[in-house]
């Protein structure tokens, strides 16, 4: 199996040493000088993450934190996380990936710029034309190469940006998520404690919003000392219809393998790559495994999309949610929440059917349109 990856990032990466491993003769091409700069994601990951990607994630752990404190309007739930959630430095990680992936034997092409990619297995670049048995393209969510194709993700993005300050008020054992209009732009931002800063960052989805979300949310934690910002796009989904043409298999960014809450790409691609790696093991024909792989991460995504577009959509209803699960004392209804799996919050909650009716029909006496909005758009969903 000779398998070209086009672009380095993360999902480039883990890919590259996922199909390493199943015994594959990989070659990376990536058209900058190194790997994992400049950075955008904050880097938040569970254990399973951790442990799914290995020894580089291992190294790359800047903190740990037991629990995630959701706020809206003032009303705060906290939840302790399951296996916790760990803060990655991403350049270190990526640094460590290329390392580890070149020692297993990948061929790096760094500074090479793919101009062409065909369905049939055919890798251009400067002017030279090479073919494989299969194509990952990991060209991030601005690449233009998928266009040409007319597959991958296309939904515009929500913008975020990430900033560190020397001061601030914030718990250090938590991640702050607040689903607050003021800090945020139908998203919602988050602080959280790293070493002696504070990493604090929100999302927007009007881009002429952020300077405006980014003054309030300084404002609304006393942050002060900014020692440095970066962001990048956050994808929400849902994904794409089509992952894979022929022998080109689109992953990361570019096919929207996020999560639909989040945005975050870690675990979705981690697991996809390990996926492959076993079914490789078995069937031993790249473009069934690696189609096969695609599609069974993009199911799961899209039925965590129609929650995560109810809840990013309106902040009353979170707040009113919240002001709900606040009464159930929902941190001992669920349990511990996996940071993999919002959706379990709810599965959890209609696990308790007669403690759910009761609060809900407190919260309906108190917010009766929001709660009628929240049941039209679940059943609608």
Known sequence: MNIAVVGGGFSGLIFSLKLLKAGADVTLYEDHMRVGYPPHCTGLVSGRVVALIGEAARKSIMSRYEKLTLESGGVEVRLKVSGGVYKLDRIMLEELLLEKAESEGLRVSMGSKVSKVSPRGLVEVGGAVKAYDSIIL????????????????????????????????????????????????????????????????????????????????????SLSGMIKAYGGSILTGPPPPRLSLGKIHIVGDAGGLNKPLTGGGLYPNSLAAELSLRLLKRI????????????????????????????????????????????????????????????????????????????????LGKAPTTMLKAALKLLLA
């Open 138 to 221: 990991a060209e991030g969510y601005y690449g233009s190469l998928r266009g040409r194709l007319g597959i991958g993700y296309i939904n515009p993005p929500v913008y975020g940006v990430n900033l560190e300050y020397r001061r601030g008020n914030t718990d250090a054992e938590s991640i702050l998520v607040s689903f607050d209009p003021q800090t945020s732009h139908k998203f919602f931002s988050w602080t959280l404690k790293v070493g002696d800063a504070i990493l604090a960052g929100t999302g927007v989805r009007d881009p002429k919003l952020l300077k405006q979300r980014v003054q309030a949310l300084e404002r609304k934690l």
């Open 284 to 363: 031993r024909e790249p473009n069934e495994t690696l189609n096969k792989a695609l599609n069974l991460i993009a199911e799961r995504l899209s039925m965590q999309y129609k929650i995560a577009k109810l809840i990013l959509g309106d902040s009353e209803l979170v707040k009113t949610a919240l002001e709900a699960a606040s009464q159930t004392r929902l941190n001992i209804e669920i349990g511990e929440l996996d940071y993999d799996r919002h959706e379990e919050i709810i599965a959890k909650l209609a696990a308790n059917p007669v403690k759910t009716v009761e609060t809900t029909i407190k919260t």
